[in-house]
Structures are given as structure tokens and as C-alpha cells.
T-cell receptor
Framework: AQTVTQSQPEMSVQEAETVTLSCTYDTSESDYYLFWYKQPPSRQMILVIRQEAYKQQNATENRFSVNFQKAAKSFSLKISDSQLGDAAMYFCAYRSVSGGGADGLTFGKGTHLIIQP | GAGVSQSPRYKVAKRGQDVALRCDPISGHVSLFWYQQALGQGPEFLTYFQNEAQLDKSGLPSDRFFAERPEGSVSTLKIQRTQQEDSAVYLC?????????????FGDGTRLSIL
């Protein structure tokens, strides 16, 4: 079974600064998908960014980018120019390509991101 | 816009009662997922439907949990003889066809409290 670990329960950053959230995972599969989701206090989970494991190029979406290190099984999220609206819980998630094991996403425990004005 | 809709938003039940939670996915979405999110934790996968077929129910914690999607659209998660440990937020998500890298679109969840 796959596991996802987020070792930072809480992170704090000044508005307009850059912050990096860590995520590591454990899998025996060679191909899979990785995601970062954001969950504001309103509770609705929103996709931030996704990465296919077979792609070497790191995904970027505007101010959000990832550092995907396949050999190290690491998938960190960098948020540049932090804004107050970025405050939320951030979850790293894994999904198998082949469907072996559970068909859904495997989530980490989350990192609570605080933006200091 | 028409996102994933879940009802009720909050549900309080006494231990031993049966509850039913409803999910209306985005129109046309083939895949539907249910997750359980305990307080302070990440969501945990419960079950997965592709159209009306329940392809994976490996995450259902006991036989008291049952999910259905009879016409391939609306889904209901039923919990029988509820226990205090069932208290959690239940999230529903749907995704389009086109591969397992498709993003899952989540609803606001149902917060279930068992007294």
C-alpha cells in the first residue's frame, strides 16, 4: 500500500514571501500521479497542481510549482508571492496509475499554512 | 456553476441510528468517490464508482457502510447502526472520463456527528 507523509503540521509565511511545503511518499510502483489540494476553512477541496510521475519536468501553475524528485520520492510545493487567500490546509495526494490497491487518492495528513499580513 | 453538491451539510444522529448522505456529482462525470475525513486528518478513501458500477469498496470500514449509485449519477452513502467513531466529514468527489490523472472535484462535505 502507498503512504503519503507531510512532516510539517503547520507553516507560517509573510505575505509576498515564498514558502515550500514538503511531501514524501512510499510506493513500489514506477508510474503514478501526484497532486496538491488546498482546503480552506469552508471545507471544499480544490486542486492546486498535479504531476505525472513519468514526466521529468516539474509542473507549474502561476505562483505554484512543484519540485518532484522521483528517486527520493519527494514532491514539494512552492508558493511564490504568498497571498492572504493562500491560507488553508494543503494536502499532498497520490493515485496509482494501474489501479492496484485502492482506486481513490491517498492523502497525507496535511499542512496548515498561515499567511502573516 | 454546477459543482458537486452534498446534502445535508450537517447531520446529527444518536448512536445506533441509520443515516443517509447524498451526493450529486457534476453532470456527466463518470467517476464518483467517497472519502471520510476525521478531525485534523487527511481524507481517507472509502469507495469508488464508475457510472453505476461500484469498482472499489476496499476503504469501507465495516459492513455497516453501504454506498450505491443506481443510475450512474446521484450517489448515497448509508451508515447503519451508527457508532461514535463514525463522526467525521464525509466528502464526495467526481471526475470526468479520460484517465486516472483527471482532477477530482470535491463537494463541501457532510459533517456527521454521532451523539
Amino acid at each position: 500500500a502507498q503512504t503519503v507523509t507531510q512532516s510539517q503540521p503547520e507553516m507560517s509565511v509573510q505575505e509576498a514571501e515564498t514558502v515550500t511545503l514538503s511531501c514524501t511518499y512510499d510506493t513500489s510502483e514506477s508510474d503514478y500521479y501526484l497532486f496538491w489540494y488546498k482546503q480552506p476553512p469552508s471545507r471544499q477541496m480544490i486542486l492546486v497542481i498535479r504531476q505525472e510521475a513519468y514526466k521529468q519536468q516539474n509542473a507549474t501553475e502561476n505562483r505554484f510549482s512543484v519540485n518532484f524528485q522521483k528517486a527520493a520520492k519527494s514532491f514539494s510545493l512552492k508558493i511564490s508571492d504568498s497571498q492572504l487567500g493562500d491560507a488553508a490546509m494543503y494536502f499532498c495526494a497520490y493515485r496509482s496509475v494501474s489501479g492496484g490497491g485502492a482506486d481513490g487518492l491517498t492523502f497525507g495528513k496535511g499542512t496548515h499554512l498561515i499567511i502573516q499580513p | 456553476g454546477a459543482g458537486v453538491s452534498q446534502s445535508p451539510r450537517y447531520k446529527v444522529a444518536k448512536r445506533g441510528q441509520d443515516v443517509a448522505l447524498r451526493c450529486d456529482p457534476i453532470s456527466g462525470h463518470v467517476s464518483l468517490f467517497w472519502y471520510q475525513q476525521a478531525l485534523g486528518q487527511g481524507p481517507e478513501f472509502l469507495t469508488y464508482f464508475q457510472n453505476e458500477a461500484q469498482l472499489d469498496k476496499s476503504g469501507l470500514p465495516s459492513d455497516r457502510f453501504f454506498a450505491e449509485r443506481p443510475e450512474g449519477s446521484v450517489s448515497t452513502l448509508k451508515i447503519q447502526r451508527t457508532q461514535q467513531e463514525d463522526s467525521a466529514v464525509y466528502l464526495c468527489a467526481s471526475s470526468d472520463a479520460g484517465g486516472r490523472n483527471q482532477p477530482q472535484h470535491f463537494g463541501d462535505g457532510t459533517r456527521l456527528s454521532i451523539l
